[in-house]
C-alpha cells in the first residue's frame, strides 16, 4: 500500500503546492486527492485535460453516496478527472459545509485510498493534500491507514514550534506515543520544510535536531524550495520550464529519497502502474 497524507498545523505553507509538486513528479501512477475538509483549490485554479473547466460535482462530493455503500478501491476512479498534463485528481469539496456528507465515511476512504495500489485492474499510489489539521479535523481519521503522513512546515520560528508539538500531538494519537529513530511504526510522520534553497541543509538538520531532541517521534525527511515562480508555473499562472523550476527539482529529490528509504516496504508496482506523468497546470495554497 501507499497513501501519503499531507497536512499542516495553521497558516499558509504551502501544502497544496507540494502536494502538486509531489504527484507531478511521482515515479509510479497516482492519484492526488483533496480531501481538505475545508475545500479544495484546484476546481478554481486548474485546466482540465480537454481544456476547459474541472467539474466540481466531480470528486469528493460525488464519492459520499457511492462510500455509504461500501467502496471498492477501483470505484475511486469513477470519481477522478485528470489534469491538463495527464495529473488524475480527485477534486475536493467546493465549501466547508460540503464536509457534513463525508461524516464518518473518513475511515473508509482512508482504507479505499491505501488499498487502491493492490488493485488488479488499475493500481496507484495515492496522495491525499488533508489542508490545515487540528485535533478534531475528520481527514485525521484518513491517517491510521497511511503509510507516510508528511507535515508540511515554513522555517519561521513559530511555525517550527507548530510542526514540533503538532508531530508529538499526533505521534502520540497514531502510536501512543513518541517514537524512537528506529522504529518502524507505521504510518510514519515526516516533516518537509518549505525553504530558500540556499539554506536547505542547515535548516532541515537543524529542525530535525529539534524534532529528536523533543522526542517528537517524526523526522525531516526532505526539502521543497521556496520557489514562488514555480508555484505560479504549477498553477498555470506563468509559462516558462517548469521542470527545470527549483520547485520541480526539489520536489523530485524529495520522492527519489523517499522512495529509496521506504519504498521497498510498498507495493511493488506492476507493469501496467508503468506510467509517466507531465507537470499538471495544476494549484498551488
Same mark, same amino acid.
Request: charge should be neutral; aromatic fraction near 4%.
Given at each position: =500500500?501507499?497513501?501519503?497524507? *499531507?497536512? @499542516?498545523?495553521?497558516?499558509?505553507?504551502? /501544502?497544496?503546492?507540494?502536494?502538486? @509538486? &509531489?504527484? %507531478?513528479?511521482?515515479?509510479?501512477? /497516482? *492519484?492526488?486527492?483533496?480531501? +481538505?475538509?475545508?475545500?479544495? +483549490?484546484?476546481?478554481?485554479?486548474?485546466? %482540465?485535460?480537454?481544456?476547459?473547466? &474541472? #467539474?466540481? #460535482?466531480?470528486? =469528493?462530493?460525488?464519492?459520499?453516496?457511492?462510500?455509504?455503500?461500501?467502496? /471498492?478501491?477501483?470505484? &475511486?476512479? +469513477?470519481?477522478v478527472q485528470p489534469l491538463s498534463g495527464g495529473l488524475e485528481v480527485l477534486v475536493g469539496l467546493g465549501i466547508a459545509e460540503q464536509a457534513a456528507g463525508l461524516a464518518g465515511l473518513w475511515p473508509t476512504l482512508g482504507r479505499a485510498f491505501a488499498s487502491l495500489a493492490d488493485s488488479p485492474h488499475a493500481p496507484a499510489d495515492v496522495i491525499a493534500d488533508c489542508g490545515r489539521i487540528s485535533g478534531d479535523t475528520p481527514a485525521v481519521e484518513l491517517f491510521p491507514h497511511a503509510a507516510l503522513v508528511l507535515l508540511v512546515s515554513r522555517t519561521e520560528p513559530e511555525a517550527i514550534a507548530r510542526v514540533r508539538d503538532r508531530a508529538a500531538a499526533l505521534s502520540a494519537k497514531l502510536h501512543g506515543g513518541p517514537r524512537g529513530a528506529a522504529s518502524l511504526a507505521t504510518p510514519l510522520i515526516g516533516v518537509v520544510l518549505i525553504v530558500d534553497p540556499n539554506n536547505?541543509?542547515?535548516?532541515?538538520?537543524?529542525? #530535525?535536531?529539534? *524534532? /529528536?531532541?523533543?522526542q517528537t517521534g517524526a523526522r525531516v525527511v526532505g526539502t521543497i524550495a521556496d520557489d514562488p515562480a514555480g508555484a505560479d508555473q504549477l498553477a498555470g499562472r506563468k509559462r516558462g520550464r517548469l521542470d527545470k523550476s527549483l520547485l520541480i527539482r526539489s520536489a523530485r529529490k524529495v520522492t527519489a529519497d523517499l522512495y529509496q528509504q521506504y519504498g521497498a516496504a510498498w507495493t511493488v508496482p506492476s507493469q501496467s502502474q508503468s506510467q509517466s506523468h507531465q507537470a499538471p497546470q495544476g494549484a498551488g495554497r
Open positions: =500500500m501507499a497513501l501519503i497524507a *499531507l497536512a @499542516a498545523d495553521k497558516g499558509s505553507p504551502g /501544502v497544496t503546492t507540494a502536494a502538486v @509538486a &509531489l504527484a %507531478a513528479v511521482w515515479p509510479r501512477r /497516482v *492519484l492526488l486527492a483533496e480531501t +481538505d475538509p475545508a475545500g479544495g +483549490d484546484l476546481v478554481y485554479r486548474s485546466a %482540465a485535460a480537454h481544456g476547459g473547466l &474541472l #467539474n466540481p #460535482n466531480t470528486g =469528493m462530493l460525488s464519492i459520499a453516496a457511492t462510500a455509504r455503500r461500501g467502496l /471498492v478501491p477501483d470505484q &475511486l476512479w +469513477d470519481h536547505a541543509g542547515k535548516l532541515a538538520g537543524q529542525v #530535525n535536531d529539534m *524534532l /529528536v531532541h523533543a
